[in-house]
């Protein structure tokens, strides 16, 4: 793997190559680094704390802020991480702000899923553990759940949040954004059920369906446990074969995140922006200015079926190579159906990346 990286990077120049570095399975096992990913990340800074390469981290998790996410991986990685470095599995959800700016809405997942929203600029947010607390009796398991969830409602989410226990309890939810992997999936099952087939509103007569949004849809992933753990998209499932079975309209839902190819045009445009950075801090030095169109963008994942799906579906003009580091995927070859390019262990991959 080394020889390959090295022969192919002696006829690039670095910056027309960029990197979109999946997390889990990747970069981190739970809250750990794997291997040496925090200094191979390091190689890809000059001395000077510049971009040696324009790199991002496309991840499908989330339930936090970016800029919080980046806090997160600048402390994990040991060096400095931009928000705008950080693409998480519902950074898409911005691009709905104009439909649902003013409507009330229900934000489900660990973290602080009425955060995440309330920062992307929706005005009238409410996590699940907050709504379900309004309505009494709505968990007949409560009683049994020696864990306590967050009920704060009131704007001290987000100064912009401008959401009240009154409004919640009367209005009807216009849409549900599972931000984050749920904590609760009985009460998360049960709570959405009722919104869903309740037009909104729980706890009354079967009504339309308001749009229902995931951040991904991923099976499994890897996380600190040996093997495989289940991900929002068996969430997704459950929620999904429950509901089919309570109301006579199948669920419907959108996801985001990785496959999905407006990720990945999105990821492109967002290392674009940072080899324009990236060139004019190097344009004294090279005497060059002028913007290149990256030759290559490497999509370096686990989970064959998310990160190289979604990266093949964007081939475009440019080549594209993919590198698997094997974590969610642990056949002994290429993958069948989503082959990456260069299937690498972690460690010839880390090889590559200490030789840049
Ligand atoms: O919950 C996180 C998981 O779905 C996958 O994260 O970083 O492998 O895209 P990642
Ligand atoms: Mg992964």
Redesign the pocket.
């Known amino acids: 793997a080394s020889r390959y990286f090295s022969s192919l990077l002696e006829s690039e120049q670095r910056s027309s190559f960029g990197i979109a570095f999946?997390?889990?399975?990747v970069i981190l096992r739970g809250r750990d680094p794997i291997g040496g990913s925090p200094q191979a990340v390091r190689r890809l800074y000059k001395e000077d704390g510049n971009l040696n390469v324009p790199f991002l981290f496309l991840?499908?998790?989330g339930g936090v802020p970016e800029s919080k996410r980046a806090n997160e991986l600048s402390e994990q990685l040991g060096v400095r991480i931009l928000p705008s470095q950080v693409l998480q599995g519902h950074s898409p959800f911005k691009s709905l702000l104009k439909r649902y700016e003013n409507q009330l809405i229900i934000a489900a997942g660990k973290g602080e899923p009425a955060v995440v929203m309330s920062e992307y600029g929706f005005k009238k947010v409410v996590s699940i553990d907050e709504y379900a607390s309004l309505f009494e009796n709505i968990d007949p398991l409560s009683e049994y759940k020696k864990w306590t969830t967050n009920q704060v409602l009131d704007r001290s989410v987000h100064p912009m949040n401008t959401v009240s226990r009154c409004d919640v309890s009367s209005e009807a939810v216009k849409a549900v954004f599972v931000v984050s992997?749920p904590v609760d999936w009985g009460r998360d099952i049960q709570v959405l059920c009722d919104v869903l087939r309740c037009g909104g509103l729980p706890g009354q007569e079967n009504g339309h369906q308001p749009p229902l949004y995931f951040s991904?849809d991923?099976l499994e992933?890897q996380a600190a446990f040996p093997s495989n753990r289940l991900?929002?998209g068996a969430f997704r499932i459950a929620l999904e074969s429950v509901f089919n079975r309570v109301h006579h309209n199948p669920l419907e839902h959108v996801s985001f995140g990785?496959p999905n190819p407006v990720v990945f045009k999105n990821a492109e445009a967002m290392l674009r922006q940072l080899q324009v950075s990236y060139r004019s801090n190097n344009s004294k030095e090279s005497g060059d200015s002028g913007l290149q169109s990256f030759k290559t963008l490497y999509m370096i994942g686990?989970?064959p079926s998310?990160d190289i799906k979604g990266a093949r579906q964007v081939c475009t003009d440019y080549s594209l190579v993919f590198v698997g580091g094997a974590r969610v995927f642990r056949g002994k070859h290429n993958h069948a159906e989503f082959p990456a390019d260069m299937a690498s262990r972690m460690m010839e991959l880390l090889a590559w990346l200490l030789i840049l």
């Open positions: 999946d997390i889990d399975g991840t499908n998790g992997d991904s991923d992933y991900g929002m990785k686990d989970n998310v």
